[in-house]
């Protein structure tokens, strides 16, 4: 009886670490931003968050351009986190530094892009959205550079496009009409205060708490 008694006591104390560990892990992961999440870019140096419409650019490529605006409340701020097209991440797994995503745009299901192609203020890259329904190229990957393991919610991080090697950034410059004060967004080659990013506002996914189904169990 003794020897039951303590194995039942050893697989009490067992699951309760287990449980506990697993909350933990849970925790934490919610710290971090995860595959799937819709969220608002702020570049912290000027103090405006990434923003799209359906107004494209009057030179260049042609394409939607990409702006940075002060107001916290455009519904055309909000960007989706999501993985490479062949490679796509799992919804609600947290995103590593170092990992390469695409960023689309809520509204117009467009990516976030750059080419060689000449920004219309500063002469830096321009960026642009790009693509179909969530769907462009290779040019709509960029990278993650962050600290650590995983891109953390409240941390400053850096986009560097995997194609051409810039930047996300902006400057300062503002447009005219038709979208007068709307900061430029662009891409440059070194990294420095002006490409600095932090999430704000958003929806978080969370890692799924649901076993995976195997149709063949």
Known sequence: MELIRAVHGFVRSLLFLLLWSNCEGRESELNYVTCGSLVKLLNTRHNVRLHSHDVKYGSGSGQQSVTGVENADDAN???????????P??????????????ITHMKTGRNLH???????????????AFGENGEG?????????????????????????????????????????????????????????????????????????ELIRHDEL
């Not at 701020?77 to 490679?87: A, C, D, E, T, V």
């Not at 192609?117 to 830096?124: A, D, K, R, W």
């Open 77 to 87: 701020s909000y960007w989706q986190i999501r993985g490479k097209p062949n490679r």
């Open 89 to 102: 991440c799992q919804r609600g797994a947290a995103i590593k530094c170092g990992q390469a995503i695409r």
């Open 114 to 128: 750059t080419h060689h192609f000449s920004s219309p203020l500063s002469n830096n890259q321009e960026v642009s």
């Open 137 to 209: 190229d290779d040019l709509d990957l960029w990278t993650v550079q962050c600290e650590g393991v995983h891109w953390e919610r409240d941390e400053a991080v850096r986009f560097k496009h995997v194609g051409t090697d810039v930047f996300l950034s902006v400057t300062g410059e503002q447009y005219g009409h038709p979208i007068r004060g709307q900061r430029e967004v662009h891409g440059m080659s070194s990294s420095n205060q002006h490409n600095w990013w932090r999430t704000m506002e958003g929806v978080f996914i969370q890692p799924s708490q």
